[in-house]
Structures are given as C-alpha cells and as structure tokens.
C-alpha cells in the first residue's frame, strides 16, 4: 500500500469534517472564532485522528461520517496544546505549521482562549448523542474517559508542567522518558485506543493496540527531538533549535544522532511486532509507524 496516497486521502477525509463541524462566527464572536479556525485550519499532518480511523480499519471498521466528529476531537485538543505551548508564557515560539502563532496575530489572551475553545469544544464534539446506534454511550463514555485521562494533569498537561520545570536543568533519561510519554504520547495513544474502540476491539486487541500507541507515541517524540537538531525552521513550519535555545534534555544529547535513530527505529519494530496477530487490514497502521521514522516535518 502506498501511504502517501493513504495519507492525502485521510487528510481531506479529515479537512472536510473538521471544516463543516467549525462553528460558524457570529457578528459578535467573529475575532474568536476565526482564531480557533486560524490555527485549526493551518495545515497539520493531522497524524492523531488518522491514527484513530486507521486503528478502526484495522478491526474492519470503516468510520462513517456521522462518528467524525469524535475523530475530530483529537485533532482540536491537539491544536489546543500546540496554541498553548507556543505561548510567551510556555515556550515562546513566533511560527507553527509554516504560519505566526496564534498569539502573534490574535494577542496572548486571544491565544489563551482559542486554546481554551478547542478544547472545551473537542468534548462537545465527543458527547454528541446524534449517534447512539453507530456508538452505543457506554462507548462514547469510555471514549470520553480514555482522551480524558490522557491529556490531564497525569497526562498531556502534566507532561508539559514537567517540562516546564526541567527548562535549563539536568534530568535524568528517566525523567525525560516520562516527559515524552505524557506530553506527547498519551494523546497518540488515546488515538489508537479510540480507534480500537470504536473498532470494537476485543481485550487482547486493544492491548495489543495501546503497545502498538505507545511505541509509535515514543518514536514520534524521539524523531520530533531529531527533526529540531536537523530540520530546518522552513522543512518543519515551526522554529528549528527550540530545544537548545530552551536548554532542554533530549534523546540526541543523551545519546548522538545516530543512537537516537536507531532508538526510534527499535520503537517502530516493536509498534510493527504488537500488530503480529493483525492482517493485512492493519497495513496502514504498519506504513504508518514506518511514515513517522521516515517523516520530515
Ligand atoms: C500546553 C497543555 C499543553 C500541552 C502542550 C503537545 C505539547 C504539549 C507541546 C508541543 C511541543 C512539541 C513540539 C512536542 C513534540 C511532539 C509534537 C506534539 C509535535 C507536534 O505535533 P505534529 O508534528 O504537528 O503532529 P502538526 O502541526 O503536524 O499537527
């Protein structure tokens, strides 16, 4: 299978449902909505809700468009983090996704609230009740619960408050490990595992499914570490060297360029090796694991 094709196909799959379930500026509220679309709409990989329709295909579940909007969501609390992590308050970055930040055009509370709407949206979008016989709400409900945890304070966000606190500091790998599995990890996990569930995984399968997450959420972040000592700011559409210019730990100052690449490449196995039991219907999810070893931006 040709993954860039599979990619461009999921992305405008993607692109459209986000683009209809926007919702549509009123006179008042025009600034602020526009500010949510401006980042929403500037051009990501879009890598988590493709993660989720490529883990439901892989059970055999193609996503029908009524359940989009949970696949949605991922994309808006990812969104949400990066509006956030740019802040002057945070990391203090002037480019993402080739663009400004969003605080660069809309102001630092504009920023801070934009963040604020996609996520609070994001739960909007994964409550909807329109669909109960496509997901039953005990589903929807653990689906609610999984992204939850996932980006709380024992999740994402706790992630990026550890971060913030090691900023110019030594850390130990362990301390780094944890970093990179709250902060950018559980997000990719709870991608597969939404996936998985509204692929209707059996238990063996969704455990199979979260290693398969885990592995791919740790070599994301380990070639996301590589790309900011090697890419370009123009290659990466954000500001290349952030790292350095932060002073923070990463997989290429503990171990050199060409460990880390072999540790990424290690992850990629082991994410490919949790799919054993998977045929071919888990090839995207293979060519995916693979894409993000080989990814460029
Ligand atoms: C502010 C609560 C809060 C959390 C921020 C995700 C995050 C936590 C910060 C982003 C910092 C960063 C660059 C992490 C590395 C991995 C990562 C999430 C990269 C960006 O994701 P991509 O490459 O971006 O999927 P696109 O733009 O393609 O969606």
Redesign the pocket.
Known sequence: MEIKAYLTEKRQQVEEALSSLLPTPTPELKLHLESLAYSLQAG??R?RPILCLATAEALGHECPPRLMPVVCALECI?TY??I??DLPA??DDELR?GKPTNHMIYGEAGAILAGDGLLTFAFELLSQTDASDLLPDRKRLQIIHCIAQAIGSLG??G??ALDMAAEDKPISLESLQMIHRC??GALITASVQTGAILGQATDKQFLALTTYGNCIGLA??IV?DLLDVEGTSAQLGKSSGADAKHCKATYPAFFGVEQTRAKAREAVKSAITALADFGTTAEPLRELARYIYTRSN
Do not use: E
Request: net charge neutral; glycine share 10%.
């Open positions: 990501g990989k890598v990812h983090s990066l956030h992590d945070m990391d996704r994402m966000v992630g990026q902060k950018t994301f972040q996301d």
